[in-house]
Nanobody, 119 residues
């Protein structure tokens, strides 16, 4: 059973940066696609970024491409999301996911971390 724990969310002003972290434990994810999603209350969960744990090119939602960077540290079993030039529309609960498939589905999810961007 894979366990994911996110951290790094917070309240920032527009234009600021945040780095989210997702620590992975309890299972094998060596061949898993990992990703970040976000959800605003009352709306569907939205894909943000993903990459394969063993490497390869990441993928991004058009709305964050050029501002967000997904990366991982295999030695620390940690997935990151560096978010720059944050905008109010980036405000959401951000979820880490392992075993991403089908665009918005995943085998495992973290509990989420809140990101709020004020104008």
């Amino acid at each position: 059973q894979v366990h994911l724990v996110e951290s790094g969310g917070g309240l920032v002003q527009a234009g600021a940066s945040l780095r989210l972290s997702c620590t992975v434990s309890g299972g094998t994810i060596s061949r898993s696609a990992m990703g970040w999603f976000r959800q605003v209350s009352g709306k569907d969960r939205q894909f943000v970024a993903a990459l394969n744990w063993i490497g390869g090119s990441p993928t991004y939602a058009p709305s964050v491409k050029g501002r967000f960077t997904i990366s991982r540290d295999t030695a620390k079993n940690t997935l990151y999301l560096q978010m720059n030039d944050l905008k109010p529309e980036d405000s959401a609960i951000y979820y880490c996911a392992a075993g991403v498939y089908g665009g918005t589905s995943a085998d495992y999810w973290g509990q989420g971390t809140q990101v709020t961007v004020t104008s």
